[in-house]
């Protein structure tokens, strides 16, 4: 449980980092950006473990680069699926 807890937490960090590394109009502002943060956190940190074959525990550099990639790739996404497309 207190696993879960800290991807919580370090993914609202993981979104905020993102968001620097990525500049720009968000339609959902800081919450959004947060979210998005929190879900690339848990897929980089599922993927991570999966590629580097380290348990999902505990504080690994990995998890975090990847948390880090995969909030970038959803950010982006999340932008293209929500620009507003004008004639």
């Known amino acids: 449980m207190i696993y879960w807890i800290g991807m919580f937490i ?8 993102a968001k620097l590394l990525m500049p720009g ?6 919450f959004v950006t947060g979210l ?8 980089g940190g599922f993927l ?5 074959g380290t348990p999902q525990t505990g504080f690994q550099p990995s998890g975090y680069i990847g948390g880090i990639i ?18």
């Open 36 to 43: 998005i943060g929190i879900a690339g956190m848990f897929v």
């Open 48 to 52: 991570s473990s999966m590629i580097f």
């Open 10 to 17: 370090a993914g609202l960090i993981i979104g905020l980092i």
């Open 70 to 87: 995969g909030s970038l790739i959803l950010l982006f996404v999340y932008r293209m699926a929500t620009k507003s497309r004008a004639p």
């Open 25 to 30: 109009k968000d339609p959902g502002g800081f």
